[in-house]
């Protein structure tokens, strides 16, 4: 981006902006090279403001949520990454659907787990599932997260998004909830970003929603990988079998390029023993693929994006 660029965004945004932001501190896997401005934005004005700056100086963005479910590369990202900030972070409530509904608000920053636990404190129950999914409600929305059976598009009621110029509300019915995707035309032009999730959520007894979540989260604990850096499973499970056992099957488990690893706990999982690189990840990935393939005879997708 040029100086004078700069100081165009500069003027543009209230948020904070980090030049040269090394996108390995926005993403679950601690991955990534540079982004030339990484922008943390207040609220909705604000970010129609960047996407006005982007769209004007033709410069590329990318908006970030948790950074949970991509590879960044090592060379980072020219142009804007944005983030949302504490302007969408809040959730509301309205009870007045009818007595069996009741429709949650929440900022597409809020994160999963952080809504979970405030569902189970207001005695809302269907949202139980998303305990431990460490994205954000936003990113969780794009790639229709879920687990235990049940996802995003299990709960959406609607999503609230905006371009550089007006805000819109896309009912549930517009939107098309795929295997870990969420067709939406205005976000597929890579034009709009979430600003909110309304899920519609039912009455629930606070203890036994407490209660499902727990187990689901040891669930979690028990079989997933703790405690090295990783953006969770990293192919899509073909129909009818399991990405992981597929790997495990083919004898991958624990196999390395450089620090990254086949987890040994869940061999959908590779993680950064340290200072794994992007490349490594990915040479793993094709690694992974060509493997499988051989032994099994079957095509693995990543689930992960890779910017
Ligand atoms: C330990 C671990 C466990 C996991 N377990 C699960 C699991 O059980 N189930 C599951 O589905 N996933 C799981 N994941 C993956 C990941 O947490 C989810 O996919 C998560 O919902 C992604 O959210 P995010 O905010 O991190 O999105 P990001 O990774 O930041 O972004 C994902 C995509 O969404 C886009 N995006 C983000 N926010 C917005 C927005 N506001 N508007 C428009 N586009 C946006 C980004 O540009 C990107 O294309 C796991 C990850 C880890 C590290």
Known sequence: MSSSQQAVLTGAVRGKIQWDAP?????????GGP?????????AVDLQAALAFCRRERVAWKVLGRGSNVLAPDEGFRGVVMILGDGFKKIRVNRKLDSHRVAVHA????GMTRLANWCRSEGLAGFEFAAGIPGSVGGGTVVNAGAWGRSM???????????ELKREIVRAKNLTFRYRKCDCSELEKNASVIIEVVLNLSPGDPQRIGVTM???QALRR??????LPCAGSVFKNPIGASAGKLIDDAGL?????????????HANFIVNCGTASARDVQSLIAEIQRRVLNDSGIALEPEIEIL
């Open 153 to 163: 598009a299990d709960v959406i009621d609607a999503i609230e998004i905006t371009d």
């Open 107 to 110: 900022g597409a920053a809020v």
């Open 23 to 31: 996108l390995s501190a926005w993403t679950t896997y601690r991955i």
């Open 253 to 265: 488990k624990g196999m390395r390029v450089g620090d990254a690893q086949v987890s040994e706990t």
């Open 222 to 227: 028990d079989r997933q990988p703790q405690g």
């Open 214 to 216: 727990r187990d689901l």
């Open 35 to 43: 982004a030339d401005a990484l922008v943390t934005l207040l609220d």
